[in-house]
């Protein structure tokens, strides 16, 4: 029997040694399950043309943000609860991240210190921000990871809503949150979203808020139209990265596959572009470069590497994502990032 490639190998592997209940958790979208494949799907329909006999120029993978250099371009995406899924947890992926040259956004929902995340790292990692329901509650959680030395915020603020629940075994928690949020108590005939959950969501004001705090970088998370894109320059912020979560909010939504050239095009060079949602192989990365992506992250991947096998298992998934971007290139004839970028895709 042939054996299989080693993302669906790691992903067999990951659903074999977890729990029914953490795998579906992990597996999971806000839908009947539509919204993950056409993610991955999207990607997959656009075509690559090939250019044998090129010359390759010291070709590389080097890519460049905010003054970092990683050897590739290939990020993690924040995942919440690691230790969910490995004992090594967030300190595991940190180390396989360093190993493998690359950058990783630590989550708000880490089930690990920031701060011990960021040392066994050794090196300044990037902290996903989740609004904590006021500005008060949310400068506590920013102090938190600045003190940890993080390089770079990425603001979240596609789910306001939280739809991806789980009962958290004993003894794995938000480590680095100070209490749960409390919802408001509800008077008869209130909406529990409108009345409880959106009362406690950031606005564009919060975006404002949260820039004239921060120094370093600042990301916002989760946008897909092109009016936002353009506020979000107007604004001031650095980047943006254009998700659908994963699927895991809002069923439905068109595919970041679909919506990427238009966020390029509406920041014009004005800030970076990075995307996640369904990104499944070097072959994924290669394409959204090539559409005018600056980076890619990866999330349900890298978590499935990291279940069967741990921090080893990271970093296999990490190598085997860029040794396939790597070939993709060979066989396109590019040599570089800035290469990538004027190649034509194909229906």
């Not at 990866?298 to 069967?308: D, S």
Request: proline fraction near 6%; charged fraction near 15%.
């Amino acid at each position: 029997m042939q054996p299989l490639p080693l993302l669906p190998y790691f992903a067999q592997q990951a659903q074999t040694k977890l729990p029914a209940n953490i795998w579906h958790y992990l597996q999971s979208d806000a839908g009947p399950g539509t919204q993950l494949q056409s993610n991955e799907t999207a990607w997959q329909a656009k075509k690559l043309m090939p250019r044998p006999l090129n010359a390759l120029h010291n070709p590389n993978t080097i890519c460049e943000l905010f003054g970092e250099q990683w050897a590739h371009p290939i990020m993690l995406a924040p995942v919440a609860y690691q230790r969910l899924f490995h004992a090594d947890g967030e300190i595991g992926t940190a180390i396989a991240c360093n190993a493998q040259q690359g950058q990783m956004m630590v989550s708000s929902l880490a089930s690990q210190p920031v701060d011990e995340i960021v040392k066994q790292a050794q090196q300044p990692l990037w902290f996903q921000l989740y609004w904590q329901g006021d500005r008060a509650r949310t400068a506590v959680l920013l102090q938190k990871a600045l003190a940890a030395g993080v390089s770079t915020i990425v603001f979240t603020v596609d789910a306001p809503v939280k739809q991806a629940l789980i009962d958290l075994p004993k003894g794995i928690s938000a480590v680095n949150l100070a209490q749960p949020l409390a919802m408001h108590a509800l008077q008869a005939g209130q909406s529990q979203v409108f009345d409880g959950w959106m009362t406690q969501a950031p606005t564009w004001d919060d975006v404002a808020w949260l820039r004239q705090q921060l120094n370093i970088p600042l990301l916002i998370k989760g946008l897909m139209h092109a009016d936002d894109a353009r506020r979000v320059v107007a604004l001031g912020c650095d980047g943006i990265v254009v998700s659908n979560h994963g699927g895991r909010v809002l069923d439905g939504t068109p595919t970041v596959a679909a919506v990427l050239p238009e966020m390029v095009a509406a920041v014009a060079g004005q800030c970076k572009i990075l995307v996640d949602s369904g990104i499944r192989s070097g072959q994924d990365v290669f394409k959204a470069l090539a559409m005018g992506a600056d980076a890619v992250c990866i999330g349900r991947p890298y978590v499935w590497g990291l279940a069967a096998e741990g921090a080893m298992g990271v970093a296999k998934v990490i190598r085997t994502l860029r040794d396939e971007l790597e070939m993709t290139m060979a066989l396109t004839g590019v040599s570089n990032l800035a290469e990538i970028r004027q190649v034509k895709l194909y229906e």
